[in-house]
């Protein structure tokens, strides 16, 4: 049995899964989520011997022939999976600027197991690939050509997520896959796509991971001048503004409880209440702005942490969109779908369980010999 690893790591957590290469399907051997990893050590990749030996642990007397990655950024020059070289390891470390809160972990794994086995096959998928292929001016910020040409553009993120939630309507809705519909991806980090006939049309998160909604701990969208006043006031550093940024905005820095909706839903504070509605907000903001550019809207789907689990966030968030054309299905929400509308609803609304380490797996096995 030829045995497929697919590596979804992040900051401070690590998920982990084999798959059957040989089956028709993908058959998934072994799943694990390790979390709370120490940062300076999944910075400095001393993480194989935890990947190693759970591998050794799940193979069942399979072989290992290749390993998957989700990488966070793949630039203006990666517009799909690619053989891991050192090359391209060389083009992945100068992204990391772009991505300094996700990319050197991403990094970090691919790292460690070049080192434990040297002659295993590796494969970088990308978040931002989903997104390609848009005209140039979707990607296009209002600044000078020059800059966007060095790469200042819009990438889009979570295109794994994307991509895979796509493919799953192709068979559990195929009229609503081929129709205008927007993802919803809310997790710790959080973002929108507005698809048609499956392909990425736009998104909520440009440049960076920081861009669109509020998050977990991430700002979302934010008049540059306010960058630019926090840099001149002298108190902070590029690192503090850059930390503040990332680690200690959205839902964390408005509430100042907690980053993760299920602390704020339990929490009868006015801060928490405050957080909640300002997420919320700007859900239904986006959702406004890509049923513009849609034009016009016929499914919405709920995925990721959130997305699948927060009955309350979803009721929200649809409850705003009747103007849209959307009938909630209360009882159906409660139940967690797959289906949230009622047959009436000229708008469709789903939860579709995002499994990025699958898709990575695919786009492996469709690079082997």
Partial sequence: MRLLLAVNAGSSSMKLSLFDADSPKLARIAHEKFEDLDEDEARRGSVEAGITAWCRGHAEGGELVAAGHRVVHGGAAFGEPVLLDDNVLRELDALVPLAPLHQPYCLAPIRSLRRSDPSL????????????????????????????????????????????????????????????????????????????????????????ALSGLVMSTRCGELDPGAVLYLLRDGSRSVADVEEMLYRESGLRGISGISGDVRDLLASSSDAAREALDCFVLGIVRGIGALVAVLGGLDAFVFTAGVGENSAEIRARVARACEWAGLAFDEEANTRGGPCLSTTASKVSAWVVPTDEERMIATHVRTLLP
């Fill in 121 to 208: 096959a590796q494969v970088a998928c990308f978040d931002t690939a989903f997104h390609r292929g848009r005209p140039s001016f979707v990607e296009r910020y209002g600044l000078p050509d020059s800059l966007f040409e060095a790469g200042i553009r819009r990438y889009g993120f979570h295109g794994l997520s994307y991509e895979y939630v796509a493919s799953v309507l192709r068979t559990l809705a195929p009229d609503v896959a081929r129709g205008r519909v927007i993802v919803a991806h809310l997790g710790g980090g959080a973002s929108l796509c507005a698809l048609r006939d499956g392909r990425a049309i736009d998104t909520t998160m440009g440049f960076s």
